[in-house]
């Protein structure tokens, strides 16, 4: 069985009515890590947010299947006990919630509802300040509310110490790229590319190749006005890096 | 040429009987007695404050206080025991505690051991016996003509007499314990003078049962002294409390209100920088549920240049609660370098909620940075998601927001034991909030 599976999904945005997803179909199988590029507006950041459970997006046909089992129906927390993981491409600054709280709380409440006890402090500790130092995470930033006052790249940076203090099962990177130097690109791909496992999958969303020269994906998919129009290999994303995404606007419209 | 009569509301009408009925008891004779004279006369012309009286726009303390409860008698054996846990917020500070119940001083359950620099007495003692250090400030902190105060001056019982000596650093907190055992109605009136270079710290709790609570303080703060001021309602009824200050020069002061588990609250502060070079907040959280309703209203002066005054007040509103904002930020001529901020905030969890703001801003002065801000709105959905994305369940996440949401005022709290009581008292509030799905 595949670990995901997007089955015809129709998604519209709630009270415009706006259709954005279009019969999208996308299967992602364990341990593979999926790129998905394509122009602006052709529903990349939708799809991670439906993925998510962010409300305000109405599915009006079609299903997303986690192991089998449909997810629409979880709200948001459920979703990452089960193992889905959205770093954001615009992680939100969260004011008075200090950072390691915030973590330690959102790995409780997956552990609990997993049925599973509370981690112990010393353990919860002792994997912070790993992960943290791999990402160049300073005690200061852990101890500041959530991103408060935090740069772009240490925003995505923090957003990948929380998705290895998670341990998701299918993470979705929204243009995690975006906003990055070269340096805090080569960081956050690094820490990307520690978590890759054979148990974990990963959707890897960009607008640029560039991104893939770090994390180099199995698969690319292609999407453009809500559906997949081109699935290939790494090298997909050289080609559409050469020639540009109009032949697939122009294919769709 | 005709008489005009106002026409008089029963509450009015059992105030002014109240008072007839009291005056030959009231402590104090002579001076004070002419002071009282003089306030009630005050009252009496205007009568209850209401709606049509700009200050009290919000708070129509004519219609909320649609009969005046009968005046405390002085607390039994009973009701003193009942008075053992008021006021456990501070707990964790270990103050020195002055205990009132109903508006009288019980001494035995209060902490009287000599301290050096810090005199402590009762008010209707200072009143009968003509305290000079009363006599030299009763009235004259901050001159007012609100009704509310005037009724307070006209029939104060009780209250405290403190003074920090020039220069003295109080050990611990002092804590002002008000408990109502009984549903009746009150009138304490106290005068804290900090001397010259002194330091102090001072908290005033109110809790008990359904009482009507006239209360005021006049709290001097002298040149280069320091103090930081809390004051904590957590009681039914209907709490009207003035703060009247006046602060020398090259002093610091930072004062807090925490309102929760209320009736209606009216807390009215009037500050007064008189001195050039000194520094002030004034800050307040009111978390409020069910029809709750406190006014938090300010007048802040600046009489004297180089000053810096910072006033945040926040709250958290749910069900019908209704929380009031006003506040009024005066420089005087001549008050130049004034550094005046004002900022309100207001959470609304449900529709049925109402946030009032009324921020003002008189200058007279030209050389001066002054501003003032006002937001109200829900939870940032995006927020919450964010938090949701992460495992963390929704009624966590509200709280985790609206923690956030009053930590922002409360970690700018200089005074360390106080910033964690009131961290914790806003957190027990918290944990019993309902969600709704």
């Not at chain 2, 200050?55 to 405390?72: F, G, N």
């Not at chain 2, 003035?242 to 009215?268: C, I, P, W, Y």
Request: glycine residues 8%; contains cysteine; negative net charge.
């Amino acid at each position: 069985m595949s670990l995901l599976e997007i089955k015809n999904l129709h998604v519209e945005i709630e009270d415009e009515g706006k259709k954005i997803l279009n019969g999208l179909t996308l299967t992602i199988e364990k341990g593979q890590v999926a790129a998905i590029m394509g122009p602006n507006g052709s529903g990349k950041s939708t799809l991670a947010y439906v993925l998510a459970g962010r409300p305000g997006y109405a599915v009006t046909e079609g299903d997303i299947l986690l192991d089998g089992e449909s997810i629409l129906d979880m709200a948001p927390n459920e979703r990452a006990a089960k193992g889905v993981f959205l770093a954001f491409q615009y992680p939100v600054e969260v004011p008075g919630v200090a950072t390691m709280t915030f973590l330690r709380t959102a790995l409780n409440a997956q552990r609990k509802l997993r049925g599973e006890g509370e981690i112990s402090t010393p353990e919860f500790l002792k994997l912070v300040r790993a992960e943290a130092g791999d990402l160049g995470i300073n005690q200061d930033m852990l101890r500041r509310g959530v991103n408060v006052g935090f740069s772009g790249g240490e925003k995505k940076r923090a957003e990948i110490l929380q998705m290895a203090i998670l341990q998701p099962r299918i993470a979705v990177l929204d243009e995690t790229d975006s906003g990055l130097d070269i340096d805090a690109l080569r960081i956050v791909s690094e820490g990307v590319n520690r978590l890759r496992s054979p148990e974990r999958s990963m959707i890897v969303i960009t607008h640029y190749q560039r991104l893939l020269n770090y994390i180099v994906p199995d698969v690319v998919h292609v999407l453009a006005k809500g559906r997949v129009v081109r699935t290939g290999g790494k090298e997909l994303a050289l080609e559409l890096e050469a020639k540009g995404y109009a032949q697939y606007t122009d294919e769709a419209a | 040429m005709a008489d005009v009569t106002p026409i008089k509301t029963p509450a009015e009408q059992a105030l002014a009987a109240a008072y007839n009925g009291a005056r030959g008891k009231l402590p104090g004779q002579g001076t004070i007695a002419i002071l009282r004279a003089d306030a009630f006369k005050r009252f009496d012309a205007k009568g209850l404050p209401h709606r049509r009286v700009e200050e009290w726009k919000y708070t129509d303390l004519r219609t909320l206080l649609s009969d005046a409860l009968p005046l405390a008698t002085p607390p039994d054996a009973e009701a003193r025991k009942t008075a053992k846990d008021s006021g456990a917020v501070f707990a964790a500070l270990n103050p020195r505690q002055l205990v009132f119940v109903d508006g009288a001083f019980v001494p035995e359950l209060s902490d009287l051991s000599p301290e050096p620099g810090l005199t402590i007495g009762s008010m209707a003692e200072a009143l009968l016996k003509g305290d000079a250090l009363v006599a030299a400030h009763l009235g004259k902190t901050f001159e007012s003509d609100d009704t509310a105060l005037a009724l307070n001056t006209a029939m104060m019982g009780d209250g405290a007499v403190i003074r920090v000596a020039a220069g003295a650093a109080l050990t611990r907190p002092l804590q002002l314990v008000y408990f109502t055992a009984t549903e009746t109605s009150n009138y304490t009136r106290s005068l804290i003078v900090i001397e010259k270079g002194a330091q102090a710290a001072i908290a005033e709790t109110h809790d008990g049962c359904a009482a009507q609570v006239n209360t005021a303080l006049e709290l001097v703060v002298g040149d280069e002294a320091q103090v930081d001021y809390f004051k904590i309602v957590a009681a039914r009824g209907i709490h009207v409390g003035s703060l009247l200050m006046s602060v020398g020069k090259k002093a610091r002061f930072d004062t807090f209100v925490l309102n929760q588990e209320v009736g209606v609250v009216r807390n009215q502060s009037f500050i007064r920088f008189a001195g050039e070079h000194s520094t002030g907040s004034v800050r307040g959280v009111n978390l409020l549920r069910g029809e709750e309703h406190v006014d938090n209203t300010l007048l802040i002066e600046h009489a004297a240049a180089h000053c810096a005054g910072r006033e945040q007040f926040k709250a958290v509103l749910d069900g019908e609660s209704r929380s009031v904002f006003q506040g009024k930020i005066v420089v005087k001529p001549g008050a130049q370098k004034t550094d005046s901020k004002m900022m309100t905030r207001a959470l609304l969890l449900s529709d049925k909620a109402e946030a009032d703001n009324k921020p003002e801003l008189e200058i007279f002065a030209d050389d001066v940075v002054c501003g003032h801000g006002a937001t109200a709105g829900a939870l940032d959905p995006t927020l919450k998601f964010y938090l949701m994305s992460r495992g963390i369940d929704e009624a966590q996440a509200e709280t985790l927001l609206i923690q956030a949401f009053i930590g922002e005022t409360v970690e700018e709290i200089p005074h360390e034991g106080f910033r964690d009581a009131i961290m914790s008292a806003a957190l027990d509030w918290l944990k019993t909030r309902e969600v709704k799905p």
